[in-house]
């Protein structure tokens, strides 16, 4: 079980620049024909970096110019994002308008070329608009305080409905540390990185080795833990900024508050995470799937995104149907050690499965259960102290007519 560290505080008017020393910037380019879709996140000083990128073999060119840019010196200091089209599977033309959003950004802002990762989401396999960014990137004045963190996350938008954001502070060797985050995500949403973006900022001393440590303990059980639709997409990222303006002791493994770091890291990460699974496209409800007794964390985690990303449990759920079959065919097939007889399942606090056998239960408080936004089901596979988290969301109609025309 998650470990409580009451130092660790989430604070409001959280937004991506409320660490020491960040701006943000958003506007509209032409991208798309209305909403803002260009973004520009800046630190005052050179930050080190972490990424964790998309599992699909198809990459588009800005993590790819993103991902060098981390491996030549493990610092950034500025994110150049839009918004609108993905440029993936764009050939070298793609590859040629991600190098130059990110000499451009670094001219404008009088930097290297090296430390500004670029970022792109949104319609796969047409041309970037270069007229249009080329236009965008001199008219973005990055600012600190809430107003442009506004802009910057409305900016990373595409068929969400609402942006995402995040912010916590905690005390470490005296010094008040924020870590602070953003991120968007709607649809083609699966575990091992999705059609997300994710940015987090932080103003903590920490080396971009460890930081890497840090993201990669944390994205299993929050990013990699949520699920839309199964589709897993080829922009994927989620970067990480550390400035060291906190001035706190250099973190590390070794460092007395590693641990509360990385606990207040993964605050930042589990809340993007289940705002992106609540906000899945044309989703009702957020299912929380919570799996204990599993022979390790991670097959309890293997089972939980088993259920959560069923498309019979998450129809069932959309439809108020307690079909508890449905969870347990997702159980059985999750591939982790299983003894059919010893299962146990609850659909919110009502038992509907002891020792792999049904249990009576009322349909009629299950059916007003299930209406609520927030579902959570529970399995108890009684093989082990492993406990797991997954989100998601239904699966209703208006995922299909979102998708259906997406493109025209």
């Not at 998650?2 to 991506?16: A, D, H």
């Not at 380019?29 to 080190?48: F, Q, W």
């Not at 991600?98 to 041309?127: D, N, R, W």
């Not at 439809?319 to 659909?347: F, H």
Request: charged share 20%; glycine share 10%; hydrophobic share 40%.
């Amino acid at each position: 079980m998650t470990t409580v560290y009451p130092s660790i505080k989430r604070i409001s008017g959280n937004n991506i620049a409320s660490p020491l020393g960040y701006r943000a910037a958003g506007l509209h380019c032409g991208i798309k024909h209305k909403k803002n879709d260009l973004a520009l996140l800046v630190s005052d000083v050179p930050a080190h970096a972490a990424g964790v990128y998309t599992t699909n073999a198809v990459q588009a060119a800005p993590l790819i110019v993103t991902k060098e840019a981390i491996d030549q010196s493990g610092m950034l200091q500025a994110m150049i994002v839009n918004s609108g089209n993905a440029n993936a599977c764009t050939g070298k033309q793609g590859f040629v308008d991600a190098k130059t959003m990110q000499q451009m950004t670094a001219e404008k802002l009088g930097i290297a070329p090296h430390l500004v990762g670029v970022a792109s989401t949104g319609v796969i396999g047409e041309k970037m608009p270069m007229n249009c960014i080329k236009t965008g990137i001199p008219r973005l004045e990055p600012a600190p305080g809430l107003k442009g963190s506004i802009e910057f996350s409305q900016s990373i938008l595409t068929t969400d409905t609402v942006s995402k954001n995040t912010a916590y502070k905690v005390d470490i060797d005296g010094k008040s540390i924020t870590i602070a985050g953003t991120a968007k995500g709607s649809g083609m949403i699966h575990p091992n990185m999705a059609t997300m973006l994710g940015f987090v900022t932080t103003d903590a001393a920490i080396e971009s080795y460890h930081l890497h440590h840090a993201l990669t303990s944390v994205v299993d059980r929050t990013f990699n833990s949520i699920t839309v639709d199964g589709d897993t997409s080829t922009n994927d990222m989620v970067i990480v900024m550390a400035n060291g303006l906190a001035q706190n002791d250099a973190l590390s493994p070794a460092h007395p508050d590693w641990k509360v770091f990385v606990q207040t890291l993964l605050c930042v990460c589990e809340d993007l995470g289940k705002m992106i699974a609540k906000d899945g496209e044309g989703a009702t409800k957020l299912i929380e799937v919570e799996v204990m007794g599993a022979v390790s964390d991670a097959e309890a985690r293997s089972i939980a995104k088993s259920v959560v990303g069923s498309p019979l449990v998450k129809t069932a759920v959309f439809g108020c149907d307690a079909n508890w079959g449905r969870i347990l065919a997702a159980v059985g097939y999750s591939g982790a050690t299983l003894d059919p007889n010893a299962i146990m399942i609850k659909i919110g606090d009502a038992t509907v499965v002891e020792d792999g056998e049904p249990v009576a239960f009322s349909e009629e408080e299950l059916l007003e259960y299930l209406k609520q936004p927030e579902i959570k089901l529970k399995v108890d596979v009684h093989q082990g102290d492993g406990h797991g988290l997954a989100w998601g969301c239904d699966l209703t109609y208006d995922y299909v007519q979102i998708n259906a025309s997406y493109r025209t």
